[in-house]
């Protein structure tokens, strides 16, 4: 079993509609992040988190360290968001554990 | 400021030939992670250093691979003797210190392939 599982794999999504997107990870962390990365492209660091919630334009994370759970939002998504989106827990001497990612088309 | 500098690119090898992937940190940055991205799969850890130092590296392969972070230059991870396994995506991340004071830029990767 993976120590970061997300959810779902694959979402397909509607202009306009709300996003989520889980993340539950089995092993003591520091720190969990959300990074966003484009086909064939570069890794964008979206959010670090240690607790509670944290807000950037249209895109919400929010972690519950008691329940080992996160999950990423995106409001009004659009079809520049469809990406692959990874929750990476921080453990260790500040290495990342990833998650397999999820594939997020949002069409117009 | 650039950002993290991962050069080349693209990079394509023969097997049995060594790669060499580099990686410039952000000005300011002096801890330097490696991960690796097989195709199809997801990321993971290879090793982590400091300037002149491999602080863990236990995501490293045993053979033919090694990194280094001189004083003075970009990072460097070198491959010897690639099989078509080492094909994948290299990524380096860089951060100005250790602890959850300090988040990681990511570089825009290395697609090494092994023909």
């Known amino acids: 079993k993976n120590e970061v599982e997300q959810s779902p794999q694959n979402l397909t999504a509607q202009e306009g509609e709300f996003i989520t997107i889980n993340c539950s990870y089995s092993?003591?962390?520091?720190?969990l992040h959300w990074l966003q990365q484009h086909p064939g492209g570069g890794i964008v660091s979206l959010f670090m988190?240690?607790?509670g919630k944290k807000k950037h334009g249209r895109l919400i994370a929010t972690i519950n360290i008691q329940e080992k759970h996160s999950s990423l939002h995106i409001t009004a998504s659009h079809p520049r968001d469809s990406a692959v989106y990874i929750c990476?827990?921080?453990?260790?001497?500040?290495?990342?554990?990833f998650g397999t990612g999820t594939r997020l088309q949002v069409f117009p | 400021n650039a950002g993290v500098m991962q050069n080349p690119r693209h990079l394509v090898r023969r097997r049995g030939q060594e790669a060499r992937l580099r990686c410039s940190p952000m000005?300011?940055?002096?801890?330097v992670y490696w991960y690796r991205q097989l195709p199809e799969e997801g990321l993971k850890f290879m090793v982590y250093?400091?300037?002149?130092?491999?602080?863990?590296e236990s995501g490293m392969p045993k053979e033919r691979f090694s990194a280094e972070f001189p004083k003075e230059g970009p990072s460097i991870l070198r491959i010897q003797q690639v099989v078509r396994g080492d094909s994948a995506a290299y990524f380096c991340?860089?951060?100005?210190?250790?602890?959850?004071?300090?988040?990681?830029?990511f570089g825009s990767g290395t697609r090494l392939t092994v023909v």
């Open positions: 990476a827990v921080r453990r260790g001497t500040d290495k990342l554990i």
């Open positions: 000005k300011g940055h002096s801890h």
């Open positions: 988190l240690s607790s």
């Open positions: 250093l400091q300037k002149e130092n491999i602080i863990d």
């Open positions: 991340a860089s951060s100005a210190g250790q602890g959850t004071n300090y988040g990681y830029t």
């Open positions: 092993v003591g962390i520091s720190a």
